[in-house]
């Protein structure tokens, strides 16, 4: 079967004895931003993180977080696409191409559906060509965590949106925006207009923002990857 690719390339530095890691910075989240993305949601990547784990000084945590949007309650029945193939690309001397891939396969849809994990290691192929590589023998389920292999632990399930984004005060900006939800404006194209966001919420602060996405309890499905900061630099 010929799989989809979605990717995200991440930077690894190493200093001493110590490595440090980057990610390619990015400045928005991705929602439905357009009608092919809409209609194919196991493709849309919306926010891509990594950061020190919090109880492993030597462990970094990679997320990668797909299908947004997910209505309240349907998260546990929400599966990953299994015709794309998730990719975290790790490219460790700043050259744009990767060193190592991470990849989470799917098999199946729905509640039980299986995950596996291959990686991090060498990639039969870099760039824009890529390879479904020999995964771990130790698979997983839909919102379960397991550990394929010594010192990794993954989720791959339905989480809420960690999107900040007040939705309504953008409509109110541009009023003839179609929102991806229900592909019409949401708001009165002959309503006032304003003409800047809402500040962030705080003490003092009359008119704040609001959490669109947390307001109306949106999730998503996020690949969630804990592993040793070693295995990115081998």
Do not use: W
């Given at each position: 079967?010929?799989?989809?690719?979605?990717?995200?390339?991440?930077i690894?530095?190493v200093?001493?004895?110590?490595?440090?890691?980057?990610?390619?910075?990015?400045?928005?989240?991705?929602h439905?931003?357009?009608?092919?993305?809409?209609?194919?949601?196991?493709?849309?990547i919306?926010?891509?993180?990594?950061?020190?784990?919090?109880?492993?000084?030597?462990?970094?945590?990679?997320?990668?977080?797909?299908?947004?949007?997910?209505?309240?309650?349907?998260?546990?029945?929400?599966?990953?696409?299994?015709?794309?193939l998730?990719?975290?690309?790790?490219?460790?001397?700043?050259?744009?191409?990767?060193?190592?891939?991470?990849?989470?396969?799917?098999?199946?849809?729905?509640?039980?559906?299986?995950?596996?994990?291959a990686?991090?290691?060498?990639?039969?192929?870099?760039?824009?060509?890529?390879?479904?590589?020999?995964?771990?023998?130790?698979?997983?389920?839909?919102?379960t965590?397991?550990?394929?292999?010594?010192g990794?632990?993954?989720?791959?399930?339905?989480?809420?949106?960690?999107?900040?984004?007040?939705?309504?005060?953008?409509?109110?900006?541009?009023?003839?925006?179609?929102?991806?939800?229900?592909?019409?404006?949401v708001?009165?194209?002959?309503?006032?207009?304003?003409?800047?966001?809402?500040?962030?919420?705080?003490?003092?602060?009359?008119?704040?923002?609001?959490?669109?996405?947390?307001?109306?309890?949106?999730?998503?499905?996020?690949?969630?990857?804990?592993?040793?900061?070693?295995?990115?630099?081998?």
């Amino acid at each position: 079967m010929k799989h989809r690719v979605i990717a995200y390339c991440a930077i690894g530095l190493v200093a001493l004895a110590t490595p440090v890691f980057l990610i390619k910075r990015s400045h928005a989240s991705d929602h439905a931003d357009t009608p092919n993305i809409a209609a194919n949601p196991g493709e849309d990547i919306s926010d891509v993180f990594i950061f020190p784990s919090s109880s492993n000084p030597n462990n970094v945590v990679l997320v990668m977080n797909v299908h947004p949007l997910i209505n309240p309650g349907s998260g546990p029945s929400t599966s990953f696409d299994p015709n794309v193939l998730y990719q975290f690309k790790v490219d460790n001397t700043g050259d744009g191409v990767e060193d190592l891939v991470i990849q989470a396969q799917f098999t199946g849809t729905g509640p039980t559906q299986g995950v596996a994990i291959a990686g991090p290691l060498r990639p039969s192929t870099t760039g824009n060509s890529n390879v479904k590589e020999k995964a771990y023998a130790t698979t997983g389920t839909l919102n379960t965590t397991f550990s394929p292999t010594r010192g990794m632990t993954v989720f791959c399930g339905a989480r809420e949106d960690p999107f900040f984004f007040d939705l309504d005060q953008f409509f109110t900006i541009f009023p003839d925006r179609a929102t991806p939800i229900t592909g019409t404006p949401v708001s009165n194209p002959n309503a006032p207009q304003a003409t800047t966001f809402r500040q962030a919420p705080g003490p003092g602060v009359t008119n704040p923002a609001v959490d669109f996405l947390s307001a109306h309890q949106f999730n998503v499905l996020s690949i969630v990857i804990e592993l040793p900061r070693s295995m990115l630099t081998q």
